[in-house]
Structure formats: C-alpha cells, structure tokens
C-alpha cells in the first residue's frame, strides 16, 4: 500500500483534472491513478510516462477509457471513493477474484454507460446500492461471491436492460422482489438466506438458480401452508430428555449467524475450510426441517455436494463462462480498441 502522501497526492490530482471541467483522457488517468493508490504498485504498476490507453488492463476507444480489466491482481482493501466515478466514459469494469471489501463506492453510479460490472469473489459488503442497480446502460452485472447482505431492491429491474444478474453466495436475506425483467436470461441467487416464494417474473428460470435456501414455487417445489408446531410439542431436549435437539440448536445457531460456534476450531484453519462447512452445515439444515415436502430431493442434494468438492458444480461452470463470454484477462501493454 501506497503511503499517505503518494494517496494524497493521487487523490489531489484527480480533483485537480475534474476542477478543471475538462473530460479527457487526462482526467481518466487520474481517476485511475486515484483508484490503484491505496492499493500500492506492488499489485499492478501503471507507468505514469506511457500513454494511459497502454496500461495494463486498460482498454480505450475513441481517446478515452471504456474498459479496466484488474481480475486477481491481488487488490486489497476498500475501494476509494470518489475515484471510478471519474471514468465518465466507462462500459465495462471487472475487478473479480481480488480482495476488495466494504461497500461498493457510491460515485460508481456516476458512470452512466456502464453496461458490464463483474465483482464476482471479492469481500464486498452492506446492503446493494439502488442507484448503482438502476445505471440506465447496464446489462449484466455479477455480484456473486461476495458478502452482501439485507435484501434484493426492487429498483434492480429499474433500468429494463438487464440480460445477466449473478447475486449467489452472499448474505442476502427477506423474500424476492415481484419484479418484471424481460430481458433477463441468466440468474442465480442460489446460496443466500432468501426466503418465500418464487415470484412469477423468475419462475422461468432453471431450478440450479435458487439452490440451498427455505424458497418454494416454480421452479422448486410448491408452496404449502407451513404446519405450526406448538412449543409444547417441540423441546429444546431430545425425546429421551437426556440430551439437546442438535437440529433445532444448529439451526438456530445458523440464523443467528455464529457459525462458526459449530465447528472445530483446528478445522476452521484450514484456507477455505469454513465456507465450504457452512454450505454443508446449511444442506444438513434444509434436509431436517419438520416438513418433508420442504425438504431438498435426493438430486438438488447430489448437486450441492457436487458444488462443495468441485466436481462438476454448476457455479462453478457458470462461473467459467460467463467470464471467457464478458470478460477478458489482463491485456498486454499496449493493447487499445479503436472506435
């Protein structure tokens, strides 16, 4: 990481290309300068004495910057605000597979001809930002793997244009919004604590797309009157009395989010160890809930197995494509598309 200074200094350069009210390839270069300060040069180095449009992961057209492609640079740490905004010109950013955390900068809405945002596995965090769901050019935007959390905004399906929308893999909680995406051909919001039915505007989507949570209707199985079981008939006891209800205290535990009060501790220091316990922790769950018809079938449950080990996981396919499909590696020095 940058010292103070050299952040500052970046930072001030970018006030002083916008104050200037000159949007150019100038003011682009100190958006990004001011975007990679905190991130230090150890992660990607941009030299500053060669044109900006030869940046590594920089894609121009036209004398501006339309492109950042920075997947697993090793970024760490929050994104500044205030930088990204700058790129008044910007259609595509990906920064996956880094570790970038915090929530997403709020001047990001400020980019109105973004059409592609891919995010996917970072450590971003709160709750999903309207006005960046809203951006009028938007067609695809991926999200997954991430830790966001409270609950899906309706404005997600605001702009009309949304052709991709990956969500899967964070904290997301409260029910579907009942919204109408006509354009919209792939989804996943698998993985999250959503709950209720689906609504009818994603009924048509496959069943792989709403995987590991308490959710009902087409495509999953139908929604039923939920059967109330008065609290004398459900002990914290085992029926012996000799013991806990391990269940209902695991489950109760999972909602309260202190997973990792179930696991070993010499486990948990294992890189990755506790996700994937978690996901096996919430397949447990989903398989002992009091009504069998709520409980996951014997194929979703080979699925998500599959999923936990890799082998032949549907997210993780989907995961494949949908970057070899909308995003590129790290160009070369260089490289410029033209308009």
Known sequence: M????????????????LSAGANDIASDAAALQAF???????????????????WTGVVCSGGRVVEVHLPGVGLRGNVPVGALGGLDKLAVLSLRYNA??????SDLAKCAELRVINLQSNHFSGE???????????????LAENRFSGRIPASIAKNGRLQLLYLDGNLLTGELPNVNMPLLTSFNVS???????IPSGLSGMPATSFLGMSLCGKPLAACRTPISI???????LSPEGAGVDLPRWARSVVREEWTSEVFDTELLRHPGAEDEMVEMLRLAMDCTVTVPDQRPAMPEIV?????LGGAGSARTARSVSMDDADDRPLRPAGSIRES
């Open 128 to 142: 999903l930002p309207p006005e960046i769901l809203a951006l009028p050019a938007l067609t695809q935007l991926n």
């Open 230 to 236: 008065p609290p004398s008939q459900a002990p914290a």
């Open 303 to 307: 699925v998500r197995i599959e999923q």
């Open 2 to 17: 940058l010292p103070p200074p050299a952040a500052a200094a970046a930072a001030l350069l970018l006030l002083l290309a």
């Open 100 to 105: 970038l955390s915090g929530p997403l900068p």
């Open 36 to 54: 990679i300060a905190p991130f230090g040069s150890a992660t990607v180095s941009w030299n500053t004495s060669q044109p900006t449009c030869s």
């Open 191 to 197: 993985f999250n604590n959503l709950t209720g039915g």
